[in-house]
């Protein structure tokens, strides 16, 4: 069953830690997501990467930077963790998103405190 | 920025009961999704609408693509608890290699 795993279900961290969270796809998949999902407010964009190596801002990456080493691994990093990064993390991967949708993690709730 | 903006945002209901979610925007998509939530778990997708006017079934779920490729519904007919959870749509606009998604509607089918 293809999927998408995310390193942690729960991460509770300090303000002022760096914090690493880790996605890894095993579907061959050349686009990879990360998105942050807060009550009333929906999905929203922190970053993307179309290729290895490459990432693109999305609608919030103030706070946020990210790795592509690999195909398969895509990383969000909080360089230095607020309070106001408390959120739920999701994770996905595509083929293509305008065909074939996003396949998600099942998210990491990080709690700052 | 293109936005999704979904109707109602909240909604409660008895098993047996059909029900209608809307997905507006002033923006024009290539294709628009559904996916649902279930709490602690990351969105699954349900369909994808490319062509305006579209109509797909998903056992008691119906999905409709506008003429105008602006809006979309999710209709539900006889719900049951099974069908409770967050149900989002999201689009795809133009060359853009994202989505956008909409804020959601959470749905409550009670037994």
């Known amino acids: 069953d293809v999927k998408v795993t995310q390193s942690s279900r729960y991460l509770v961290k300090r303000t002022g830690e760096k914090v690493f969270l880790e996605c890894v796809q095993d579907?061959?998949?050349?686009?990879m997501f990360w998105y942050r999902q807060d009550p009333g407010l929906g999905l929203r964009l922190i970053y993307f990467?179309?290729?290895?190596?490459?990432?693109e801002k999305g609608d919030i990456p103030e706070g946020y930077s990210v790795s592509r080493e690999k195909k398969e691994r895509f990383s969000l990093i909080l360089e230095s963790a607020s309070t106001n990064q408390t959120s739920m993390y999701l994770c996905?991967?595509?083929?293509?998103?305008?065909?074939?949708?996003?396949?998600f993690g099942s998210g990491t709730r990080l709690t700052v405190v | 920025t293109q936005l999704l903006e979904q109707s109602p945002q909240f909604l409660s209901i008895q098993e047996g009961e059909n029900l209608t979610v809307y997905c507006n925007s002033s923006s024009v998509f290539s294709s628009l999704q559904w996916y649902r939530q279930e709490p602690g778990e990351g969105p699954v997708l349900l369909v994808t609408v490319v062509t305006g006017g579209e109509v797909k079934k998903l056992k008691r779920l119906t999905f409709q693509f506008g003429d105008a490729r602006k809006d979309s519904s999710l209709h539900i007919t006889a719900a049951q608890p099974g069908d409770t959870g967050l149900y989002l749509c999201?689009?795809?606009?133009?060359?853009?290699?994202?989505?956008?998604f909409g804020s959601g509607t959470q749905l409550t089918v009670l037994p």
């Open positions: 579907m061959d998949h050349e686009n």
């Open positions: 996905a991967s595509s083929l293509g998103p305008e065909i074939y949708g996003y396949t």
């Open positions: 999201a689009g795809a606009a133009g060359s853009a290699r994202q989505l956008t």
């Open positions: 990467s179309y290729d290895v190596k490459m990432k």
